[in-house]
Structure formats: C-alpha cells, structure tokens
C-alpha cells in the first residue's frame, strides 16, 4: 500500500529548515496531553520541593538574625598593631594590606609569559581569549490558529572574543552561508599550547596590619590593576598594547578576518589603595 498527501492538503513537516532557522510545529492535541502530564506528574513534586524550601529558608533566615544580633554583641573594635590582646575574639578593623612574606605570583611555567609577568600582591588574575567563530541561537514561539504552535530556532555566526576553545565542528548546518562569510569555511584552531588559560592566582595568606587574613578573605580584595612585565622581555611573536593588553596573530587562520588571533592581559590589585576593612574571630 502506498500513502498519498492529498494535492490540497495544508499537512506541513513537524520541523523544517528556511534559511537560517528552523521551524518546528505542536499540534494542539500533542500541547494538551504535555500539560495534562505535567499537571499530574510533575506538579505535586514542585508543590513538596516549595514547602521544603520555605522551610529551609525560613530556618536559615532565624539563624542569620541570632548571629548577626549575637555579634554586635561581641565584635570588639581593635588596632591595627594589636593582635595579641584579641586573640580568639570577634573583631572589626580597618588596616592596610602589606607586601610583607608575599611571594610573586606568576603564569604558570609552561606558558610564553613564564618569567616575563610577575606580581606582588594578593591575587594575579589572567585573562585569555582568542578571536574565534561563535554561532548564536534564538528562540521564538507563536500560537497558530486551531491551538498549535510553532517554533523558530534561529542560528547566527559571528566573529567574538572566547575565553577557551570554541568546537565549531558542532555547529548546527542552518547558518552555513554565515559560517562560510564569517569564518570562510575553515573551523577554529585549537588553543595555542604556550597560551596560559584564563584563572586567578590567589595569596593564600596576606598580612593586614598584626593580623593576618587567609585566602578565603584574600579572594574578596579586587584585581584592577594592569599588570606587565618589562618591554625588553616581550615573548616572540607578541605586541603589547598602551593599555598592557599583549597580542599574538601566530595562530591566525588563512583567509579568515582575524580568526585565531589571541590576547592576554593581567590584572592584580591596588597597592594605592590597601586599606581594607574586616570582620572576622582573631
């Protein structure tokens, strides 16, 4: 036997490809028996996990109260240079940040800025990208008359700053003109093995006047500062930029517009401005 579509049928594909997008299509009787299951599957599961939260929630809200009334009791406001007379207290102060027992913090020592970036401080963070193919996705859904529904999944390539690897093997093929016009068909290179990846480096103690704070307070001081190392170490085959931004094209791919170009920079924290203020048992 042999199935026909009648010739003025209005039958349409459950999901098709128009350019760039792709449009996928519900019937209202596949809509209604989705939301009847879901009424009676997952509904009482999210009831149960609403009351469990608001309980949990509410404990931790009581307990947040007693402690935060339980140390504007205690909390003892100290000097700088007096850490002893404290010792096993709650204490508020407000004192600066010193280099002292500080060990450089550098990239690691398999990357190309290995010896040439090297800070003091309470945190050296890394940032690393490369000038890669990125596809985008949308989504937009509408109701069509006789309660079904239709989806447009639209997909984008554009050219975009990545922090690691982007696979552009797993690209969906709806964009293909703009991956030929962005990327000229070629996928991404793999990240350079001498690139350091993106990551912050943290002290894991730093003296704060005769207190010393551990690394978990260590992480809340800010990275804002340009760090570089001197122009007479540069890598081979990087610039570095005015604003200490360093730059490689060694991995530009042929025939793209700038694809596979790669950027570092590094950042640590401001010595002009050590003063911290902290809260915490001596």
């Known amino acids: 036997s042999r199935f026909d579509i009648p010739p003025h ?106 010896g040439v970036v090297s800070f003091v401080g309470t945190g050296l963070q890394i940032v690393s990208e490369m000038l890669q193919c990125v596809q985008d996705k949308s989504s937009e859904t509408r109701k069509k008359a006789g309660g079904g529904t239709e989806t447009v999944m639209t997909y984008h390539t554009r050219l975009a700053w990545a922090p690691g ?43 704060v006047g005769s207190f010393t704070i551990q690394e978990e307070l260590v992480r809340k001081v800010p990275l804002t500062v340009t760090v570089q190392g001197a122009r007479a170490s540069l890598p081979v085959n990087w610039t570095v930029s005015e604003n200490g931004t360093y730059s490689s094209a060694r991995w530009r791919v042929p025939g793209q517009t700038g694809a596979g170009t790669v950027r570092v920079s590094f950042k640590g924290n401001d010595w002009s401005r050590a003063q911290v203020t902290f809260l915490g048992e001596n």
């Open 9 to 114: 049928s209005h039958w349409v594909p459950r999901a098709m490809q128009i350019g760039n997008r792709t449009v996928s299509q519900q019937g209202w009787c596949e809509r209604l028996c989705g939301s009847v299951i879901a009424a009676v599957c997952v509904a009482p599961l999210l009831l149960i996990a609403a009351v469990i939260t608001l309980g949990w929630n509410e404990k931790r809200d009581v307990c947040s109260r007693q402690a935060i009334l339980q140390g504007k009791r205690e909390v003892l406001a100290v000097d700088c240079g007096d850490a002893a007379s404290s010792d096993g207290k709650l204490v508020a102060a407000s004192c600066s940040l010193t280099k002292t027992n500080l060990q450089p913090l550098t990239p690691p020592a398999d990357s190309e800025f290995a």
């Open 165 to 207: 690897h982007v696979d552009s093997s797993l690209f969906a093929d709806n964009d293909h003109d703009g991956f030929m016009r962005q990327c000229a068909g070629q996928p991404n290179p793999a990240w350079p093995a001498g690139v350091p990846r993106s990551q912050t480096l943290f002290a894991p103690a730093v003296e």
